[in-house]
């Protein structure tokens, strides 16, 4: 039978060390995903910049732009972050269209009150996979496809219809001014199951991922 060496403790701890040294160097926004390297390229040349522009914007060399768009270079999470927001920056500004333009202005509502029966009800009656949450002009959290099956899992159909939403919704979704870029909204979206809409302090709109597609048309 083979044998496993016991592991010594000092080394044990000694690992343990140099693994929480390396977790410090990591930056702690390294979670935060970032597009395709080679995606560099093709944003730019959408937006109509020059390398050397890019690299003024970043804080880098011409010819490490060069090189980074070639593939001959790979660079740190810091320098491709700074690339990316200059380059989001940057469509934004270009961007014709507005989160005004694309929202649905009939915003399908609940109250912390409803029971999530009622929100399985609109769902299936209006086609809609999520609804946002009012206490007033206020709003206070959302119901969603996803959240009801989750809570479904875990207290079953009977409990889970009379439930009120005060207890199962969600968190509130993201709120965006009715004048942000359009383009903005894309990698948002992707995070978030709807987005809604304020102008002057007021909700006047909400974003779904469909309606998101009408900005490819």
């Known amino acids: 039978m083979q044998k496993y060496q016991k592991a010594h403790p000092k080394r044990k701890n000694q690992r343990k060390d140099n693994q929480q040294q390396i ?32 690299a003024t914007m970043t804080g880098v060399s011409t010819s490490m ?39 649905s202005k009939d915003i399908v509502k609940l109250k912390p009150t409803n029971t999530l029966h009622d929100a399985i009800k609109l769902m299936h009656q209006l086609s809609i996979s999520q609804i946002p949450v009012f206490s007033d002009q206020d709003v ?6 996803d959240g009801i099956v989750k809570h479904l899992a875990d207290v079953g159909e009977a409990e889970l219809k009379n439930a009120k939403l005060a207890d199962t919704m969600e968190s509130v ?7 942000t870029p359009a383009n903005v909204l894309v990698p948002l979206i992707r995070y978030s199951k709807c987005i809604l809409v304020s102008k002057k302090s007021k909700i006047i709109g909400i974003i779904t991922a469909s309606d998101t597609l009408k900005m490819m048309e």
């Open 23 to 54: 977790l410090k160097q990591v930056p702690s926004c390294y979670s935060e995903l970032l597009p395709r390297i080679d995606a560099i390229k093709q944003m730019r040349l959408k937006i109509g910049i020059t390398q050397k522009k890019l």
């Open 65 to 103: 732009i060069n090189q980074i768009e070639s593939g001959r270079s790979q660079p740190s999470y810091e320098t491709a972050k700074r690339i990316f927001d200059s380059l989001a920056s940057l469509e934004g500004k270009s961007s014709s269209h507005t989160a005004g333009d694309f929202c």
């Open 140 to 145: 206070v959290g959302m119901v969603s496809e």
């Open 173 to 179: 979704p993201p709120i965006v001014d009715y004048n």
